[in-house]
């Protein structure tokens, strides 16, 4: 047999014993998708030498030992999609295997891959991760054979500066349906060395003259698809990149910073283009704008900063308007305080106050009985 077919069923495990069977010596495609399966035993695959396809997808599976796929020399593609509750290794590889060539993470719930995550699958030619949760695309070790990466639909904001340093080989990137906004001047020249197809399309681009300068110029020298939509400015917002060629940038901005940005995003893509093969860029030199150019964007931002800046202005007013009224009457309230007899002196004077009303209430009573008494005489 060399085409096993066990989906949609109720699996629950792979374990030690599960493919076995003499029959399946000479097994060459898995397809385990659909299932229930939660467990696989880390020997479950250890005498398939012929395996070349295993489809784990739409099951339970949570991780995977790294070492499953260690004694199948002839593995070429591995799906794991679909696996809701997935969780890659936070300090090294989720897999071990040097011939494995496609690998399908997509639909996993992924928040982030690790840099080492596929460090110890070395000729990794294709990954897909598409359909996950990733906000920020990180650097990754030991894959500099990847040729297509898919990283749609998720939640892209950023992408670090050498992300795509590391994949010298890199011909077919997607990163569409993101939440990317803008690019790096780095990170636009190093597209330029992605020669087959690179997908932007249903991300929050920000049309300013810095994208104008950069990315949308890029793609205009590169022949690149040229139907991405603008979501800000007012301007420009539901218009696609196009709109650039009538109506140019924010009028208020000044040429000269754009013939700077172009100037450095080609200087840096020299610098992309002499780099190693293997991947080393501890020498690389990332020159980023020395000002970029204003945009509606920031300029509503510095009138907010504006509003800010006079609003504390009066409150310091009014502060150093009440503040000698305050010390005036704290000044009258401690000073009353210290006229005040404390202590002993404080009961003498209760004391001296008894005995005057005592002799006050003395001299009524006399006065009262001699005036009886005359009454009477």
Known sequence: MQILDIFDNVLQFLDKTSLRHPGLASLVQLNASRNYISDIHEEAFLYQTKLQTVDLSSNSLKHIETKTFIRSPSLQMLSLSNNKHFSLNEGGSFLSSTSLRVLHLSACNLSHIPPKTFQALPNLQEL??????????????????????????????????????????????????????????????????????????????????????????????????????????????????????????DDDDDDDDHTDV???VQNVTMITDNLPSNGSHANYSILQPSGPAPTKIKKGNMKHSSVYFYWSIALAVLFLFLLPIVILLCKRLLASRRLMPTGPAQQMLKNARYQLSTGEMQATTVLLLSQQTQSTV
């Open 128 to 249: 897909h991760i598409s359909h996950n949760q990733i906000i920020t695309l990180y650097p990754l070790q030991g894959v500099q054979h990847i040729t297509t990466l898919d990283m749609s639909d998720n939640y892209l904001k950023d992408l670090q500066s050498d992300v795509f340093v590391a994949l010298p080989k890199l011909t077919d990137l997607n990163l569409s349906f993101n939440n990317l906004s803008t690019l790096t001047v780095s990170v636009t020249a190093q597209l330029a060395n992605v020669r087959n197809v690179v997908d932007l399309q249903g991300n929050p681009w920000v049309c300013d003259c810095v994208m104008y300068s950069t990315m949308y110029c890029w793609c205009r020298n590169n022949s690149f698809n040229m139907s991405l939509v603008c979501s800000s400015p007012s301007k420009f917002e539901g218009k696609l990149w196009t709109v650039y060629e009538e109506e140019g940038c």
């Open 262 to 264: 172009e100037n450095q």
